[in-house]
């Protein structure tokens, strides 16, 4: 069985920049740590969608967190893909629980896996 096709944009970037997408996009005039754009339906491979991350942001988080910044970034991705996928912390407490909990479970395998390589 062939593995599925498929696409995600990423974008690390600045403050700024950050603060102008979660602006336009969520109403929000702040930056923030990560943004997930859901992508439409297009011909060719799928295209899941565009995750943004605010380089600044990730690295005060890994600061805080005590963990390295490659590592919040992974963490933060996940965050993003999470939502892509359709997972949302905002509708209720019980899923934003539920996927705190899957990101928490990938975040364990993913990085574990990629410190083998």
Request: aromatic fraction near 6%; charge should be positive; glycine fraction near 10%.
């Given at each position: 069985?062939?593995?599925?096709?498929?696409?995600?944009?990423?974008?690390?970037?600045?403050?700024?920049?950050?603060?102008?997408?979660?602006?336009?996009?969520?109403?929000?005039?702040?930056?923030?740590?990560?943004?997930?754009?859901?992508?439409?339906?297009?011909?060719?491979?799928?295209m899941?969608?565009?995750?943004?991350?605010?380089?600044?942001?990730?690295?005060?988080?890994?600061?805080?967190?005590?963990w390295?910044?490659?590592?919040?970034?992974?963490?933060?991705?996940?965050?993003g893909?999470?939502?892509?996928?359709?997972?949302?912390?905002?509708?209720?407490?019980?899923?934003?629980?539920?996927?705190?909990?899957?990101?928490?479970?990938?975040?364990?395998?993913?990085?574990?896996?990629?410190?083998?390589?």
């Amino acid at each position: 069985m062939a593995e599925p096709e498929g696409e995600l944009s990423i974008l690390f970037t600045g403050d700024a920049e950050m603060k102008r997408l979660n602006r336009r996009y969520r109403g929000k005039n702040k930056t923030t740590d990560v943004l997930s754009f859901p992508a439409g339906d297009a011909p060719g491979p799928a295209m899941l969608g565009d995750v943004a991350v605010s380089v600044p942001v990730a690295r005060r988080q890994a600061r805080l967190a005590g963990w390295s910044y490659e590592k919040e970034c992974f963490f933060l991705l996940l965050h993003g893909i999470l939502h892509l996928l359709g997972h949302d912390h905002e509708r209720s407490a019980k899923e934003a629980h539920a996927m705190a909990a899957l990101q928490h479970k990938l975040m364990d395998i993913g990085y574990k896996q990629g410190k083998k390589r």
